[in-house]
């Protein structure tokens, strides 16, 4: 374990003085006011419940004293992290036993409940990196499942139940919101504010009611339970697979809409002739990397690695839907990873950098590896200001409709078509797994088979004509 180290001890009361401030009041006079901080590496933060960093101000009389000041604050979060781990471990052992510890029948798969093993589930993903905001809306769509097919054997489950269960969503919104409506009018009529104005206050609105976005949301998270039921042998096959589920539900999988090389390459003519600017990389970034739109939002200096045998673009953090805040921990684990790029990026990131840098400057600021790119001042733009730009880009140029997720699947589909492995696509993604991709691209996916007969004995009859030409004649 990486041992937490503070940094180099910050003196408060020269920086007060310096402001004009006066002195914190302290019982010796003669001792100096210091902040100490240890920064969290990014890989513990998930131990510490996502902490950044830990401060801690100290009075010190003397080197010596703030020395050990220094060592008793390390040796106490250090002692803190380990313990941190330990019981993350623990937890997440405990987790994985209950998840293999679930009844089995005679042909070896699991005989639980659907409620029962999707509940594990999400106990299981809520002690890895998933943020507790997916496993709120994970335990949300466990409420339409439950309601309608989670008595079922989750081995038992078919592609018709699978379906069953999504035509009932929008009918049990329904009858779920107007029941919460009816509790809250209520709850109005007996309330202290009601009885003073006696009056009836307005009608409350009748609740949205979930549509094709919640089904796709919620055969979403089926197949990836499923996945994983498949990968651990618990089931005979993913249900929630079925091609006529992906035309019933049109929008049971993200929308995949590429460009096609010509589009793609008629894209990047239209972008290059940009000036220089933060949109400019913007729209590279996304172009060539396939990253999400959130993703380039937080992009930094840092992110870009100029050095080793190929430009590389570093995916670390993210900024959440509609802030500008940006945050370490992108999508998954998986959305941390490093996306080889070319000299068009590389070298756009280069000089938009040293403008941003002067930027800052010029602001009285000290531009750093952290200074977010994708704006003209300390913060980066929020999206809805970003899309702004990227309306009138394709409006433009003759783009109309194409969406900024379309770069990320023109990324994915022609790299795939161009022969990349669909493991190496799915890291560059930073999709959880290479089945999640190939069920999303497979269409994509060039066909291999063609010939693999001939090519197969052609290598071996290669083979033995080698042999057969280097035994000797007469033998």
């Known amino acids: 374990m990486q041992l937490l180290r503070c940094d180099k001890p910050y003196n408060l009361d020269e920086v007060r003085k310096a402001k004009g401030k006066p002195r914190i009041a302290r019982e010796d006079s003669r001792t100096t006011l210091y902040e100490l901080t240890i920064r969290v590496p990014k890989d513990y933060r998930v131990y510490l419940e996502g902490k950044t960093k830990f401060t801690r101000r100290v009075f010190a009389l003397n080197r010596r004293e703030l020395q050990n000041e220094v060592r008793a604050f390390e040796d106490e979060k250090n002692d803190e992290l380990e313990k941190a781990i330990a019981e993350y471990k623990l937890a997440l052992e405990s987790s994985e036993r209950k998840a293999l510890s679930l009844p089995v029948g005679e042909d070896g798969y699991c005989t639980s409940t659907l409620t029962e093993y999707a509940e594990r589930y999400v106990e299981v993903r809520s002690h890895g990196s998933v943020s507790p905001e997916t496993i709120k809306n994970e335990l949300n769509y466990l409420r339409y499942i439950n309601a309608t097919i989670g008595d079922k054997m989750v081995c038992k489950v078919t592609s018709d139940d699978v379906e069953g269960c999504l035509i009932a969503i929008p009918r049990l919104s329904r009858q779920w919101g107007q029941e919460r409506i009816k509790q809250l009018e209520e709850n109005r ?3 202290t504010w009601a009885k003073k104005k006696k009056t009836l ?18 055969l979403k998270f089926l197949r990836e339970m499923y996945n994983y039921a498949f990968e651990k042998e618990q089931v005979p096959k993913n249900p929630a697979h079925a091609r006529f589920l992906s035309r019933v539900f049109k929008q049971s999988k993200p929308l995949i809409d590429p460009l096609m090389a010509d589009e793609a ?5 239209a972008v290059l002739k940009l000036p220089l600017s933060w949109v400019k990389l913007s729209f590279l970034a996304l172009f060539c990397t396939g990253i999400r739109p959130e993703e380039m939002q937080a992009l930094m200096p840092g992110s870009f690695l100029f050095t080793g045998p190929e430009p590389a673009t570093r995916i670390t953090s993210a900024v959440k839907r509609g802030g500008v805040k940006i945050e370490d921990y992108p999508k998954t684990d998986a959305g941390r990873r490093t996306i080889p790029s070319d000299s068009i990026l590389a070298d756009t990131a280069k000089e938009w950098i040293a403008v941003k840098s002067q930027m800052i400057e010029d602001m009285g600021l000290m531009p750093t590896m952290r200074m977010p790119l994708m704006s003209e001042g300390p913060r980066p733009y929020a999206y809805n200001t970003w899309r702004k730009h990227w309306v009138k880009f394709i409006e433009d140029n003759g783009f109309e409709g194409i969406r900024p997720y379309s770069l990320r699947h023109t990324f994915a589909t022609l790299n795939l078509a161009n022969g990349e492995n669909i493991k190496t696509v799915s890291v560059l993604m930073g999709h959880e797994s290479p089945s999640y991709t190939l069920d999303l691209y497979a269409g994509y996916v060039p066909n291999t088979a063609m010939g693999i007969g001939s090519r197969y004995i052609d290598y071996i009859r290669s083979g033995l004509n080698c042999e057969a030409s280097r035994t000797p004649r007469g033998e």
Not at 202 to 217: C, F, N, V, Y
Not at 265 to 269: C, P, S, V, Y
């Open 189 to 191: 009529k007996t309330a």
């Open 201 to 218: 206050v307005t009608p409350l609105k009748e609740p949205p009611i979930a549509g094709s976005d919640t089904q796709a949301k919620v």
């Open 265 to 269: 390459m008629r894209f990047l003519e």
